[in-house]
């Protein structure tokens, strides 16, 4: 009896491994230009001439395009194939980064980052669905934090080589390649949400003030962390540092994220 349970507890493991890979690789791929928007924010100064503002603009409507796309995930993940979703929302974020190399005007970059954000907040519901129903969740939004923090730490190190050679279309073109590398992982995902088990256990109360006010935290924090990271490169700057410069510093501030993550 107990050869079988390790049996099939090893079964159940080995067949987890390529939703956790899913989970991790797509959670770090779509929030890419917001963990290394230092040196994405510099580029858009220097090979756009865009004014702190319009940078300020752009980044904020990726991250309202990824908040927006929890409103229709309310409807949407109880009807529709997860899988599918995932690689309707991989294709587009494929399409929007590929249109972007090619944008010349600051309305057209914007719609097309809106897209982007939009596609690639679907793909990080779907991760975050699917880290819930796994045995652990804990520990996957420990891997799930710690996979983007290294895609920004190798991003910040990277990109600023790429974009002094190859300007800012270098960047899209690796988000739409590495996207394209991970389209067969798709369908590792669960196709939705599994059936609640019955428990006899009674539900754990839960204070709307508290979880008011930790949502208002967490608000506060992403506010903050924003709008001072996305001008940290430019800041270095001023501060006559160069782009590669910073962007090694960065890389170093963001490992000890990661050391943080893997801790948890």
């Given at each position: 009896?107990?050869?079988?349970?390790?049996?099939?507890?090893?079964?159940?493991?080995?067949?987890?491994?390529?939703?956790?890979?899913?989970?991790?690789?797509?959670?770090?791929?779509?929030?890419?230009?917001?963990?290394?928007?230092?040196?994405?924010?510099?580029?858009?100064?220097?090979?756009?001439?865009?004014?702190?503002?319009?940078?300020?603009?752009?980044?904020?409507?990726?991250?309202?395009?990824m908040s927006l796309a929890t409103l229709p995930a309310?409807?949407?993940?109880?009807?529709?194939?997860?899988?599918?979703?995932?690689?309707?929302?991989?294709?587009?974020?494929?399409?929007?980064?590929?249109?972007?190399?090619?944008?010349?005007?600051?309305?057209?970059?914007?719609?097309?980052?809106?897209?982007?954000?939009?596609?690639?907040?679907?793909?990080?519901?779907?991760?975050?669905?699917?880290?819930?129903?796994?045995?652990?969740?804990?520990?996957?939004?420990?891997?799930?934090?710690?996979?983007?923090?290294?895609?920004?730490?190798?991003?910040?190190?990277?990109?600023?080589?790429?974009?002094?050679?190859?300007?800012?279309?270098?960047?899209?073109?690796?988000?739409?390649?590495?996207?394209?590398?991970?389209?067969?992982?798709?369908?590792?995902?669960?196709?939705?949400?599994?059936?609640?088990?019955?428990?006899?256990?009674?539900?754990?109360?839960?204070?709307?003030v508290k979880a008011a006010l930790g949502i208002a935290?967490?608000?506060?924090?992403?506010?903050?962390?924003?709008?001072?990271?996305?001008?940290?490169?430019?800041?270095?700057?001023?501060?006559?540092?160069?782009?590669?410069?910073?962007?090694?510093?960065?890389?170093?501030?963001?490992?000890?994220?990661i050391v943080g993550a893997g801790c948890a």
């Amino acid at each position: 009896m107990n050869t079988q349970t390790h049996a099939a507890t090893a079964g159940l493991s080995a067949r987890s491994w390529p939703l956790l890979a899913a989970i991790i690789l797509f959670a770090a791929i779509t929030p890419t230009i917001l963990m290394t928007a230092p040196a994405v924010a510099a580029q858009l100064a220097s090979q756009w001439q865009l004014s702190p503002s319009h940078i300020g603009d752009l980044f904020s409507t990726e991250l309202g395009a990824m908040s927006l796309a929890t409103l229709p995930a309310f409807w949407w993940l109880k009807r529709v194939d997860w899988r599918l979703a995932a690689l309707v929302a991989a294709v587009a974020f494929i399409a929007a980064n590929l249109l972007s190399m090619l944008a010349d005007t600051y309305a057209t970059l914007l719609a097309l980052r809106f897209m982007s954000a939009l596609a690639g907040g679907s793909l990080m519901i779907i991760c975050l669905a699917s880290a819930a129903a796994t045995a652990n969740p804990s520990r996957v939004y420990g891997l799930w934090v710690m996979g983007q923090l290294v895609v920004g730490a190798i991003g910040l190190g990277v990109l600023p080589g790429l974009f002094a050679r190859y300007g800012l279309g270098a960047c899209y073109l690796i988000l739409a390649g590495l996207m394209t590398l991970l389209l067969p992982l798709a369908r590792c995902f669960p196709s939705g949400s599994p059936p609640r088990e019955q428990t006899d256990a009674a539900p754990i109360p839960v204070s709307r003030v508290k979880a008011a006010l930790g949502i208002a935290g967490i608000l506060a924090f992403y506010v903050s962390l924003g709008g001072v990271w996305t001008f940290i490169g430019a800041i270095s700057s001023g501060a006559a540092i160069s782009a590669q410069h910073s962007g090694e510093v960065l890389a170093l501030a963001t490992v000890m994220g990661i050391v943080g993550a893997g801790c948890a």
